[in-house]
Structures are given as C-alpha cells and as structure tokens.
C-alpha cells in the first residue's frame, strides 16, 4: 500500500491554509459539479468525503442539512476543520484502508484525491465500494488525459527534463538537485502510466496521475462499481493547466481562470471533451456485486 509523498501533503496543506475556510465555503455554491451532488447526495446519506483538505465540502453538505464526515491523509487540515467545525467529524487516515465499516455510507465524493498514491487508485476504490451501502453512490473527479495535455505534454517534455537535470537545478538554484532525481522518482510509479513530479530540498517526488476514460472505466469496473454518469469538466482549468500563462492566470480569491487574449481564443476553438481539466464520474454500488468487491478487497490488502 503506497501512500502520496509528503510533497503532495505539504502541496495540499499549504494552498488550503493560504484561504480563508469562509472564501472556500463561498466559492462552492458556483462550483461546476454542485448540480450532481444535489442530484445524488439529498437521497443517499451520510456522506464521506474522502480527501476533505481544508473541509469546507463537509461543511457545505451540513449546511444543506446533509449529514457528512469528512477524511483526509493531512492530520494537520483535519485539526484545523475540525477547530472551525467542532460539530462536525473530520478523521485524518488513509483512503487505501479507511476506518469505517462496511456499508456505513450512503454517498463518496472525492474531487481529485485518487491520483495522488504512487500505487495507483485501485485500493481507494476498493474501499469506496466497501464501505457503501448497495445502491449507495460515488462521485469521483481525476485529471483527465485528454488530446490537449497530451500533446502539450509531449511538446514540454524537453523543457521538463531539463529542469530536472541536477546541473541545470544546480546552476540555476533551485532546491533538491542533490536529492533524489527524477529517475528514481519515476522508478516509485506503475509502467507506462502518466505520472507528473514535484521538488522539494529532498529532491523528485510523485505528485500525480493523469488518466484517460479508458484507465478510469477498467478501474471502477474492477472495484465493483457501475458507471452511471461520465463525463468531462472544468474546462477553463483544463486550458490553463495546459497552456499556464500563455493562457492568463488563476485568481485564488475568486477561485476562476482570468484568460488573456489567447486563452479566451482557445477557449472558444476547444473542445471540452479534449481540453477538460477533470473527468467525472457519477458511479453506483449494486447489490449484485457486493460479494465481489468484498472478495476483490480481501486480496487487495
């Protein structure tokens, strides 16, 4: 069982602590996949969201009179959720092994959280379908590995390797070129699938995965899960994380790309299903396959 770097954790710490927990909360009634959660979660509680980060989903769930738990890996987010929502639960732990008994919730949402084990996603999954009622429901976002970032992906990966090169960090200052490379970082994840890093003074670490409806439809079908919705979303984060300031800039108070010239251009000639930052996924637990995920989670662990 792998659990994400402590890159990803201070990553994830450090930006959900930069805002205020009430900005976070105001910007979700705008966020794109409000929709399906009032579509779904309204009729399949208590909800669990697995990689909370700062809480402010649990406690929007509260406020809509949904009965909500959040868990996340950081202990130090969880502490601090828990100090702004003291009647609500937040638990820090692992998505790969949650502390919670089968069949305990009625409703998953994890908005971007599965990619981050070097492992893979699969045992998270497992676990999702484990502790879900039959007929409970997940709703799970990953970076989608579309046309666009692939070949943008392709066209930056020289500038990528030489930014990793430990004399060029050297040269140029920057932290952990005595540390692990990028190599052996690459050497902690699956063959052949797309991984992206990040450095910090203990040199490359895995940061995330990136997948295509192909990866993700083998995934959820291997945890016992239907797919009952897919589609793909965000896409003005998509063109952003492709094209970053060639696009324009992401507000962090207002949580929304502002494009440049260019960005509104690509914007206007891309289509979502190539460019869309996230791929969603609306899933169910049946009562058919049950047995079969227990089974599948047994050998997992």
Known sequence: MSAPSNIVSNTFERGFLKVPLETQIRHCDDYELVPLFRRWFSENQPILEAGCGSGRWVAWFANQGWQSVGLDWSAALCARATAAFPQLRFQAGDMQAMPFADGEFGSIVALGSIEHSPGGPELALREFARVLRPGGV?????????????????????????????PVRRLTGKIGWQGRSRRA????????????????????????????????????????????????????????????????RFD??????????????????????????????????????????????????
């Open 138 to 166: 997940a709703i799970i976002t990953v970076p989608h590995l579309g046309a666009v970032r692939r070949l943008t992906g392709w066209l930056s990966a020289p500038g990528t390797w030489l930014k990793s090169c430990r």
């Open 252 to 301: 962090l108070e207002r949580a929304v790309v502002v494009f440049n010239p260019l960005g509104r251009f690509l914007r206007a000639a891309l289509p979502l299903h190539c460019m869309g930052h996230m791929l969603c996924y609306v899933v169910r637990k049946t009562s058919a396959n049950t047995a079969s995920v227990r089974s599948a989670t047994t050998r997992g662990a």
């Open 185 to 248: 970082a690459r050497q902690t994840t699956r063959p052949g699938w797309t991984a992206t890093f990040s450095w910090d003074e203990n040199g490359c670490s895995f940061y995330e995965y990136r997948f295509t409806k192909v990866q993700m439809r083998k995934f959820l079908r291997d945890a016992g899960l239907e797919i009952v919705e897919e589609s793909v979303a965000f896409g003005d984060e998509g063109i952003y994380h492709c094209f970053g300031r060639l696009a324009g």
